[in-house]
């Protein structure tokens, strides 16, 4: 009995960890505010993204988004990368990001404007 309370606890206290690291960074791209959101740890495998995108303190949802996330070549290892397009979701872009190892990924996040302008935000996670 007293193990398994040990276990709980240490089943508690790595999920607040990995909670800890969920993604949050925010980005700025021709007067937008971006700010990129995971609700949960990001993983190897399939994470939920969302980007949350705003001009001059209004939120922005009328824009396509998309996410392309990618892994320069390294000894023994090709280029990686995976593309993934966002539904808007509760005014938020909500994207499926496949990540098919740990290590650090690059990522341009790009949204089309309605006069067809195409922004590029960029920056890096780990997993
Ligand atoms: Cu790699």
Not at 17 to 39: D, F, H, R
Not at 74 to 88: D, I, Q, R, S, V
């Amino acid at each position: 009995m007293k193990n398994l309370f040990k276990v709980i606890v240490a089943m508690l206290l790595s999920i607040g960890i990995l909670n800890a690291q969920a993604l949050s960074q925010t980005g700025e791209k021709n007067g937008y505010e971006v700010v990129l959101t995971s609700e949960k740890s990001l993983i190897v495998g399939n994470n939920d993204i969302y980007a949350q995108l705003s001009k001059d303190g209004n939120g922005v949802t009328d824009v396509k988004v998309k996410i392309k996330v990618f892994m320069p070549e390294m000894p023994g290892m090709p280029y990686m990368e995976y593309k993934a397009k966002a539904k808007l979701v509760d005014g938020k872009y909500k994207m499926m990001v496949n990540f098919s190892m740990g290590g650090t990924w690059q990522y341009h996040l790009k949204f089309k404007d309605k006069d067809g302008k195409i922004h590029t935000v960029r920056g890096s996670v780990n997993i």
